[in-house]
């Protein structure tokens, strides 16, 4: 286990591209000249899972359970609390199999006392387990992650998914603390969304294909690498997005999975998520810069998502959702596939 991590850290460093190319770029603004507002009056304050958040992105889940990812952990908590961003530790799972482990996950509690932060768990635990691992980090929310692909592809992975469905409503009903489920790259589709809202579930990370792949980095760890031709399996993180419109206005939907900079982050508030998460960039950018540039970079992020709301007149991140926005090629062939009114996003203003 603790090498796994360790090798899940190395692997998406090394498989991480600075994606020019991403599904990002098949949504464009309709750009208007005349902003008339004022930098100084945009606000970026969001609030998910009943939580409010001074910024509308976070450090997505990824380390923790070995000596080096307690590092990257410290590293991670004490970024988090410098820039004032939540932050989701990596899978408890560790932790709740090792107690020998469980300080590199609680480190990030440690440095970070105040801050939000997210434990993270897989579907198949019970709700015992459930608050052992938010225990740990007296954690603000829990995530639980759905990564049937990854767990498939990694050689010593899961074989039974039979029941994690069942395990997250009665986690639900078990913590007291906001519960949101996540994918790990692959995307979801509406009907994933549908069968966790019937089960309760009011806050979903889609975590979009586009970024980090896990069926990549498992797939390099197994002996023959087989699995090659399910690289591509998922939805990408846009095409999450689409798939959840019938839900942004009832649960919290939240974007992750290949965001690569603040336009990425202000598209998916726009196609209505609530927060967004970013996980193999800033990991990357730590590790070839350290700590006190990636704070830094941090910093100019919240100025540049500023400076985007202002070329688009908005002032707070709800008013995101009235903007126009062109779908193209790859993600407007998948709407009319699955009948998503495409066009609706590009007359959003006018229907106000
Ligand atoms: C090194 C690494 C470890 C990860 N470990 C976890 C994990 O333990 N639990 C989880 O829910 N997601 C995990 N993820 C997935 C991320 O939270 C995220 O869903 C995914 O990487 C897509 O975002 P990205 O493209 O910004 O990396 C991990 C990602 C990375 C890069």
Redesign the pocket.
């Known amino acids: 286990m603790n090498n796994r991590k360790d090798e ?2 190395e692997l ?1 460093k090394k498989m991480y591209e600075d994606n020019s190319k991403s599904d990002f770029d098949n949504l464009k603004f309709v750009y208007n000249s005349l902003s008339q507002i004022s930098l100084a009056d945009v606000d970026l304050k969001t609030m998910v899972a009943n939580l409010e958040m001074d910024y509308p992105f976070f450090i ?4 923790g359970g070995s000596e080096k990812t307690k590092l990257i952990n410290e590293q991670l908590a004490y970024i988090a609390k410098e820039t004032n961003i939540a932050m989701a530790s ?2 408890l799972s560790a932790a709740l199999k090792d107690e020998g482990v469980k300080d590199s996950f609680k480190v990030i509690r440690d440095i970070n006392k105040e801050g939000l932060i997210f434990a ?1 768990i897989g579907a198949e635990y019970s709700k015992a387990k459930a608050n052992k691992a938010t225990d740990i980090l007296d954690a603000d929310a829990l ?1 639980i ?1 759905l990564n049937v692909i990854q767990e498939l592809i990694m050689p010593e992975g899961d074989r039974d998914f039979s029941n994690w469905l069942n395990n997250i409503e009665e986690i639900i009903k078990e913590v007291s603390i906001p519960v949101i489920v ?4 692959f995307g979801m589709s509406r009907e994933t969304i549908k069968q966790l809202v019937d089960v309760g579930v009011k806050s979903v990370d889609i ?1 979009g294909f586009g ?2 792949n896990f069926a990549s980095i498992e797939n390099s760890r197994r002996k023959k690498a087989e699995f090659d031709y399910l690289k591509n399996f998922g939805q990408s993180t846009v095409i999450s997005l689409l798939e959840a419109q019938g839900f942004v206005e009832k649960i919290d939907i939240i974007a ?4 690569r900079n603040p336009l990425d982050i202000i598209k998916s508030l726009a196609m209505g998520a609530k927060a967004v ?5 800033f ?1 990357t950018y730590l590790l070839d810069h350290g700590v006190e540039e990636t704070i830094e970079l941090i910093n100019s992020w919240k100025q540049e998502l500023k400076v985007i709301m202002t070329i688009l007149g908005k002032t707070n991140i709800d008013q995101l959702k009235d903007l126009d926005i062109i779908v193209l090629k790859e993600a407007k062939d998948w709407c009319i596939a699955r009948d998503i009114d495409y066009k609706k996003f590009a007359n959003r203003s006018s229907k106000q």
């Open positions: 899940h850290v998406a997505n889940a990824m380390t990596g899978s993270n995530q992650h996540k994918e790990v790259g975590s970024g980090t992750s999975g290949g965001i998460g970013i996980s193999a960039f990991l």
